[in-house]
């Protein structure tokens, strides 16, 4: 039950975000329909990463290239407490997405944990 409650408060977390980055001017898009064309920002929900560094809940793209990452935590998460979690899918990139991706010293430089009420830039 915890569990449910947890992933609907991370789900309304995720709402929030889908709007705040489009409102930004980010398109925001499935990672199923990914079109890196489809404007200067694109925001791809749920990106697999590198093995063993599973799923991104933002894996962001400027150009088509990676520059970033947004980590979702359901509100009043404490978001410096999870930075280690961005911090692995920063340097969790997958070979292909890698060769085109903005890097500085192996990782990207815009890491993100978000509720929808807050953000914290790592």
């Known amino acids: 039950m915890a569990d449910d409650l947890r992933l609907q408060a991370e789900q309304r977390a995720r709402v929030l975000i889908d709007r705040q980055l489009r409102d930004a001017g980010w398109v925001v898009q499935d990672r199923s329909v990914t079109n890196l064309f489809a404007g200067a920002g694109v925001a791809v929900r749920e990106a697999i990463m ?10 962001l793209y400027v150009d088509q ?10 509100e009043g ?14 340097e969790g990139l997958p070979p292909a997405v890698r060769l085109k991706a903005l890097t500085r010293g192996g990782r990207l430089p815009f890491v993100f944990e978000a509720s929808g009420s807050e953000t914290h830039f790592t």
């Open 50 to 59: 590198a093995k063993g560094h599973g799923r991104v809940d933002y894996l």
């Open 65 to 74: 290239r990676v520059v970033g990452v947004i980590e979702a935590k359901p």
């Open 77 to 90: 998460t404490p978001l410096s407490g999870v930075e280690w979690q961005s911090a692995m899918y920063a």
